[in-house]
Structures are given as C-alpha cells and as structure tokens.
C-alpha cells in the first residue's frame, strides 16, 4: 500500500519547525510585537498601560505627524497674530461671522494654539517613547550573534544545496572567511555557519526618528526664542540692536531683550544698479549696501558689504537686506525765512520702478504769516525717472535718471499730540486743511532737485534739496536653525537606509552524508520578500561552489550513461543555480 499519511507525531514536527523557523528569522528588526488585541486589564495601571502602548505605537506617531501637517494649514492660509496683525483685523472687520469662531478655536494663533501644542507634544513623548525601547534591543542585537540554522533550510524562502567530496570542516571554514569578507557578520554555530548582513538599515531608521525629534525641539526652540525686527536706514544713518531702535519687532514667548546680541552698524552707502535695455529692463544687476560695524559696546571697528542673501552674521544674529527706497531731502522755511525743518524723507515704493509715496510732517517751530504756531504735512510722490507730462504718472526705470517729487502742501494739527499712534508715512488730514493755488485749488507742485515751492500768502517755503537712498534690513535671531538643517538632513540620510538596505541572514550547514560525501546547503532569510536575497544567496553558492566542488551524483557514477564513448570521464554536476525566491533549489 502506497502513499503517506500525515500522523500526530508528524504535525508535532511541523510545529517544532515553524519555532525553529520563527527563532530564526526573530530579531531581523526592533519593532515591537503586534499583541493580540484586547481590552486592557481593568484598574488605571491597566488603562495606563494600554494607553502607553498605543501612544507609542508607529501607527500613532505616523498619525500625529499628519494630524501636524493638517494642523499647520490653517497657519499657512489664515492670517497669524504674531506675523501681521493688521491682517488678523482686516479679518475680522471683513467676517463678522466667521471672526469670532476662527478666534475660540485659535486659528489666528495657530502654533501658540492649546490643541496644536497637544499634537506637538504627543508626537514628541510618542517617538521617544518608540525610540528608548528599540534602541536598547538594538544594541543588545549588537553584542549578540546571528542565531543558528533552523534544523530545516529547505523551508527558507531562499535554498541550495550541492553535494562535495571537501570535509564538512573546510566548507564551513571557506563559507566563514566567505562572508567575513562581504562583511557579513558570522560565526560558526554547529555544524553550520550564521551570517546576518544589514545592520544599516535599523541604524536608519533609528536615525530618522531621532531626526525628528531633533527636528521637533529646534522647531520649538527657535520659536519660543526667536526674534525679527525692521529697520529702514538712510545713507549716513546708524542702528544699536535694541529694541527701542527698531521699526518692527516680534519674538517668540520666552524671548527677553537679554537675549539681543550687541552691535551696532552705520549704512555708509548704498549701491544699485539695473539693466539699461532688453527685456530684463529695470532688473536689478547690483543690490548691496556698505556698512561700517561694530560688536559689543567697545568692538573695533568693521567694513562689510550685505548683498541679498548674503546675511552679515553677528553672533546667532543675521542682518539681511530687504529692501530699498528713495528719501528726498526737504528744506521748510517759515514766512521769515527761517528753517524750521530739513531732513530727507524715507518715501515706500509701490512698483518695481520705484515709484514711492510718504509724508513730511513740520511738527514744531513753524509760525503762519500772522505769526501763529501751525504745523504742517506734505503728501509726497516721487519719481525716479519721470517720462514727461504725456506719460503715465508713473516711474520709467528704478534708477535717478529725471527725478521728480510731487508735493501738496497742508497746514492745521497733525494729530501727533492727541497720543494716538500714526504711521510715519500717511498723512492724517482730519485737522488739516490744504493750501490753495492762485486757482482756489490743493497747492501742488512738480519739483526737480534743487526747485522751490512757495507756500501761498506768505506762509514759508519748501525746497526739494536733494535725493538719499535708503535701505531696508532685517534683524533675525533664529536659535536651533543650525541644528533643524542638521536633524532634516539625518532625517533624509536615516530614511534612505531604512528604505533602500535590507536586513537578511545567510546560513551554511555542511554535514557528512551516510555515503561519506559532504552535503552542503545553503539558506537565506529576509525581513521581507525581496530578489536581493536569492540573488545573494546564489552569488556566495557560486563562490563557495568554486572551492568546494561537486561530487559526481552516486546514481551517474554506479550507472554509467550507455550512450557515452568508452574511456569518457563521469559528468561532472553543474554547479548550484543562483536560487529564486519562494522555490527550492538543488
């Protein structure tokens, strides 16, 4: 009677090579084991336990560096508190409804937000929760050995085998020196060899967690600690890094005026120059400014020159130049002649060609003909290079090539002692009134550098002198930058290795058969199914093969092949085929 049948004893061997198998293919990662799922044991250890176990898990930090990737949208698309609160009351005038809803839920302050900095910290425990853990495995992975062979490698995905006449000794002692230099990490275990190959790829992907967590405190750090302020300097002015000294100005929480870095600087010039023709006409070839600056209160004076992107480093702090105007200089004279204002006046740009508006504002020392205290306000317009009457009202080109300033002339209160804040560059005419032409119309003029307008009635004079450049810089302290490049880059190098290096084990068991001839098989297992392991696997067998041959099988040598010439020599085996995965190879 022909035929097998499956016994108990069989199923019990079965089971005893599936523990084998799993022995061997276990630690090819840190990963924690999947438990099954369960509700926690009842009491708070037990709740707590669980939670730990869940806000540790992968599944739960890939969630939460999502839910920080939608939470940061908002950010992007609503206007920010702590960037630009003109915008976030623009807002709220323009959307009543909407205005008070987007404030309880703090999206005009989204990375200051409770909930933002829930997800933030959670995410921050939930690595180093996963990290601490598989770190120590890890090393413990390090000082260990590649496990032995299963007791049956013909169940491993990847498999060879061939029969040789060398000792089982000198096979295993070859296969050894074999992997030690393809930089296996081996050792003999028995009557095989155990080689694993691949470290590199849980070095990766614990160097990307780490990453991120380098990434996530520079983050935190730079924002709690940062700060950024403005300030617009005219040819020969000078800036002291306090705060006091600045246009604008904000920082982070924790940020105090201790931590400003001290220097000071001067704007010796500025120099920029612009394309004269083709279609690039007006873009700027030369954007520099020269500064004479000094660090700490008795530092020696320095020369540099600050070109765009091309920062003054002082200490953590960075001065980027960021911008760059006109400011024409004004002469005011009273009704007697005398000077009561003169100083060049920083005008904003509105286009590329530079064309620039502001205001000039006499606050004290004028008297009217009658003699009575006035002050005065000039809307100014100015451009660069004026086109002529039957032009747009509009610059040509950015460069001083026709400079014209265009003023209207107003008296009455300026609205600067009332103690309400006013920009500098906007005229508040509520209490002003305009001066009148001889036509009963806004006195305004169209002068070119050294021209005067008189004021009608005998009021004074101004006098457009001459044209200043100014230049605009920022003032940046950015803490733990240098350290988020650091933690990105590892991040990109850790992620690559993960993705890219496998981890995988090779064993060679070489034994002495019934027959007296060496029987060697070979076994290759990876964290995952990939061709890299039957092709490396067939590579070494290939090598191995060479120094240990095969033997002649014992049916070819006891039977010889009748179709062979007398005196022919027995077939030589071919050497083992470089196995394919998930097949068996002999």
Request: net charge neutral; proline share 6%.
């Amino acid at each position: 009677m022909s035929g097998t049948m499956k016994t108990g004893s069989d199923t019990a061997a079965d089971r005893a090579d599936d523990q084998d198998l799993g022995a061997a293919g276990s630690q090819l990662s840190t990963a924690p084991q999947e438990e099954t799922a369960g509700l926690p044991a009842l009491g708070p250890v037990g709740w707590a336990r669980w939670f730990w176990r869940q806000l540790t898990s992968m599944r739960v930090a890939l969630l939460l560096l999502l839910l920080l990737s939608l939470g940061a949208i908002p950010g992007s698309l609503i206007p920010q508190t702590n960037v630009d609160a003109s915008k976030v009351a623009d807002f709220e005038n323009r959307h009543s409804f909407l205005a008070p809803v987007y404030d309880k839920l703090g999206l005009f302050h989204v990375y200051g937000s409770v909930w933002f900095s829930a997800i933030y910290i959670l995410l921050f425990v939930s690595l180093i929760g996963c990290i601490v853990p598989r770190t120590w495995q890890f090393v413990g992975q390090l000082r260990g050995r590649p496990p032995g062979a299963p007791r049956r490698l013909t169940r491993l995905p990847a498999y060879t085998s061939w029969r040789t006449e060398a000792e089982p000794e000198q096979v295993r002692e070859a296969a050894l020196a074999l992997l030690k230099r393809r930089r296996f990490r081996a050792h003999l275990a028995g009557d095989a060899v155990a080689a694993e190959k691949g470290y590199l790829r849980e070095v990766g992907n614990l160097a990307f967690h780490i990453a991120l967590i380098v990434m996530l405190t520079a983050f935190a750090w730079g924002q709690l600690y940062k700060s950024e302020g403005d300030k617009l300097i005219v040819e020969g002015g000078g800036f002291s890094n306090t705060l006091t000294q600045y246009d604008d100005f904000k920082s982070g929480s924790l940020f105090s005026q201790d931590d400003l870095d001290p220097f000071s600087f001067t704007l010796k010039k500025f120099t920029g120059t612009y394309e004269l023709t083709g279609p690039n006409r007006g873009t700027p070839r030369t954007f520099q400014a020269d500064l004479s600056y000094n660090e700490g209160a008795y530092g020696k004076g320095r020369r540099t020159t600050i070109k765009v992107n091309e920062p003054l480093r002082i200490g953590d702090s960075k001065v980027y130049l960021v911008s760059h105007g006109y400011a024409p200089v004004l002469t005011v004279r009273d009704s007697k002649g005398k000077v009561v204002y003169r100083d060049a006046v920083p005008l904003l740009p509105l286009d590329s060609n530079v064309t620039s508006s502001g205001a000039a504002k006499v606050m004290d020392g004028y008297r009217n003909a009658q003699g009575v205290k006035e002050q005065l306000g000039f809307q100014a317009f100015f451009l660069p290079t004026y086109g002529g009457a039957n032009t747009a009202v509009v610059s040509q080109f950015p460069a001083l090539m026709n400079p014209v300033l265009n003023l209207a002339a107003y008296h009455g209160d300026l609205g600067v002692d009332a103690g309400i804040p006013q920009s500098v560059y906007q005229l508040d005419k509520t209490n002003m009134k305009g001066f009148k032409n001889s036509k009963g119309q806004l006195l305004r003029e169209n002068l070119k550098p050294g021209e005067t307008m008189q004021l009608p009635g005998g009021a004074g004079s101004v006098t457009f002198d001459k044209v200043e450049e100014w230049a605009g810089f920022q003032v940046t302290r950015q803490p733990g930058s240098g350290w988020a490049l650091g933690g990105a880059v590892a991040a990109i190098f850790g992620l690559a290795a993960s993705l890219f290096i496998q981890r995988r084990r090779v064993w060679v068991r070489a034994v002495r058969g019934a027959d007296g001839v060496t029987l060697v098989e070979m076994g290759g297992l990876g964290r995952s199914e990939s061709a890299k392991v039957p092709e490396e696997l067939g590579d070494l067998a290939g090598i191995l093969y060479d120094q240990a041959p095969g033997a002649p099988d014992p049916d070819t040598s006891d039977s010889p092949d009748p179709a062979s010439e007398p005196g022919d020599d027995t077939p030589i085996p071919d050497p083992p085929v470089a196995p394919s995965e998930g097949a068996e190879t002999k």
